[in-house]
């Protein structure tokens, strides 16, 4: 039998290879529909109807004019582009030929944008999951600080960070400790405490970014509790035709006298494409209307490589390579650097290196197979100066101890595989299943240098002492994940009902070395080793936890415009490295984790309304997330041992807080977003969003639930000159606070944003983006911000401006 399945699917790929046949010229011209003036840029797709076959890809020129050859039969042109509703039409090709098409400018989103973090690519229409979709075009109309900055504009995202650099992103109340960042479908894996993995990302080179505002375990496994980041970034493309072309991008921002340049350049043909980019930014201090933020400077540059090749007909080979590294990052917030502390990353990074194989139309039922494979490294330096003091009486007099300098380090290397297939059941009726598994390797060091100063009753100082303490934060450990997933998808009642379930298992396997509180210790140049009463954290040890997730979404049809979705799972949570390793010593107690903790398990679920009308549309959704076996800080005892000198083999105890499976958390709330276009080309768009988090054991609020949001703006376009935006940001008083935290006021912020329709300047096109922020120089503070010290508002008034060059 094993023999006769061989010979099948060894049929079925020599079947995918190219076979000899006439090929025929279809040449298109596309045309606005208003002034039947031609549109470049557009991307033409040909496709068989009977979906076996090659697809055929060309973008148009400066004349609106795109080639294809093709062989003959039935197929399904596709034509979008930014700016213009989409074109389907279906055609049969037997000879040369040429074709007009005339698009028409679209105003609003009519949910046709085709998504791929589903784990196959779907309309934002046809999902029952609610997402935010936030393409390109975004990235340049706003300043773009940072990512963060613009996702924040979406309806139930939030921006936080411990900076203007180091921003990270919350969803409906969840934040990135129980997120799942992805970056072209690769995770990205690094320690939560410090909110950089969203900074080390080049804005310039995102095609898009889709968020799952819903649990997404079933498809991703441990930590899509609140959801799915995913960002993808720009990729090369197919032509029937060889071409060149590229952009080059300058910008400048005042509020931090941030400089940037992008430049990229894309080549390809029929069987290959390539493409190169790089940018670099350069920022000060921001300011604010209450003065300058210290220490919120940053540099930092991306390099980044992609390729595609066809080897075969039905066949696709893609690799890719990103370097992503900054310096002399300030970090003016951060909960790990508490009260007058002065911190900086000297040097952070992040490189990844992806390749996948993917073969389409293997046989009647098997659409496609795919096999992925990537490994990421991120760095972590960071440089700390305590600027505190600590003053210890002794019987002739005090000692002074004085932290210099403490240096963290964290090497965070993760490797990942996945294979999957696509199968189609029926005519409506798609099925994926699939295997994958990914695992993290945390490497830490600190090193602090300290000072101590013996003074006796006069307040003279008698001694001076310099110590080197080197330190394991976290012992080295690993996390490893292997799951097994499916998803099916079926239409029912002549497509009026999408239905999607899904389900997989995990086993999560952690595996640590034993740890430390000191590894080595330099008095005054002299090294003590080993060093007297070394604690041992943590013993060598290996644990298992097995968990499983699972989905239901259906949209039903209501009407021709509008749907009702409705998304139910099961999620869960495996505890970090970070949660099960942690070693806070604060002298008289310490910070503790476990590495027995099990799993965060959580239901939730999504009721949607949906209204796609060419004037008007409409995302609502009302969502609730109940969490068990949450883990939280609780009161408790560190029974160690010592390993070396006199005491050597002894235990003690003192007192901790250690994290633990005790806590049960409830999230609820709502949001929505909408764009009417009342007029010609002028849209009124407006959103909101508000979550409520409680944790049910304690009988207390959660933190960082970020307040009542909203948003309200109107965007008009003058055709072929310019278009501009309006919007007024709103956030209500936070007074639902956890212990620590402080309360926030309610604020509002006005924004202005513009762009110019492109200009042709001989060979290269100039578009013009600019606005400013916060107008009014309004002070307000963002709840989920966590920047320290006298100044620990947003900024302040910025204007920005960017100019991209194409050719």
Known sequence: MKRFW???????????????????????????????????????????VDAIGSSYHALTDRSGTFVLECPGGDYRLSLQVLAYAPLVKELTIGSDMQEEFHLSLQSISLGEVEVSSFRINRK??????????????????????????????????????????ATSINVRGMSENRLVTMIDGNRVE?????????????????????????????????????????????????????????????????????????????????????????????ADDIRTPEGILPNSQFKSNNVAAKIGVKPFANHL????????????????????????????????????????????????????????YFTQYINRDVEMIPNAVTILPLPSGEQHITPERIVPIGNHLTHGAQLQSNWDLGKHNNLIAGVDFWSRRLTTERTKFIKVEVLNGSGAIVKTNELERGETPIPESTFGSAGAFMQDEIQLFDEKLRLIVGGRMDLIRVQNATGYDIDYLVVNGVMND??????????????????????????????????????????FRAASLEERFKYIDLGNFVRLGDPGLQPESAYSADLGLRIWKTKFNLQADAFVNSISNMIVETPGDFIYSINTGLLEGSTDTIPALINANVSKALLYGFDFGMQYNIWSTLVVYAS??????????????????????????????????????FTVLAASKQDKIADGETETDGYTRFDLAMSSAPLRLGPTQLRIYAGIENLA???????????????????????????????
């Open 6 to 48: 061989f010979l099948h699917v060894l049929s079925a790929l020599l079947l995918s290879l190219p076979l000899s046949g006439q090929t025929f010229r279809f040449e298109g011209k596309i045309f606005d529909q208003t002034d039947n003036k031609a549109i470049e840029n557009v991307v033409a797709e040909l496709t068989p």
């Open 124 to 165: 934002v229409k046809d999902l029952p999951v609610p997402m935010a979709v936030v393409g390109s075009h975004s990235f340049r109309m706003q300043s773009a600080l940072s990512l963060s900055n613009v996702l924040a504009a979406e309806p139930g995202l939030a921006l936080g960070g411990d900076g203007v650099w």
């Open 190 to 282: 690094t320690a939560s405490d410090l909110t950089a993995s969203m900074s080390l990302i080049d804005v310039n080179d995102v095609e898009r970014v889709e968020v799952m505002k819903a649990a997404q375990s079933s498809l991703y496994g441990t930590g899509a509790i609140g959801g799915i980041v995913n960002i993808i970034t720009k990729d090369g493309h197919f032509a029937d035709q060889p071409y060149v072309s590229g952009t080059l991008m300058s910008g400048y921002a005042s509020a931090n006298k941030q400089k940037s340049v992008h430049a990229a350049v894309n080549t390809g043909s029929k069987k290959w494409y390539l493409r190169l980019s790089g940018s670099t930014n350069d």
């Open 317 to 372: 080979f893609k690799l890719q390579y990103q370097n992503n590294w900054a310096t002399d990052v300030g970090i003016p917030g951060g909960a790990a650097f508490p009260g007058p502390a002065e911190a900086r990353y000297t040097d952070i990074g992040r490189q990844l290196l992806a390749a996948s194989y993917e073969i389409k139309e293997i046989g009647e039922r098997l659409s496609s197979l795919e096999i992925r």
């Open 530 to 571: 080993p060093p007297p009463n070394q604690r041992i954290t943590f013993e060598e040890g290996m644990e298992y936890n097995i968990s499983w997730s699972a989905n239901a979404g259906l949209v039903q049809k209501l009407s021709a415009n509008t749907d009702l979705s409705f998304t139910l799972s099961r999620s």
């Open 688 to 725: 909101g969003a508000y979550v409520r988090g409680l944790d049910t054991e304690a009988d207390a609020n959660l933190p960082r639930i970020p307040p009542l949001s909203g948003r309200l703006g109107m965007r008009y376009s003058f055709p072929r000159i310019v278009s501009a935006e």
């Open 777 to 807: 120089d309004r002070s307000y503070t963002n709840h989920l911000s966590t920047n320290r010290g006298s100044i620990s508002i947003e900024p302040g008034r910025n204007y920005y401006l960017r100019l991209i060059f194409s050719f």
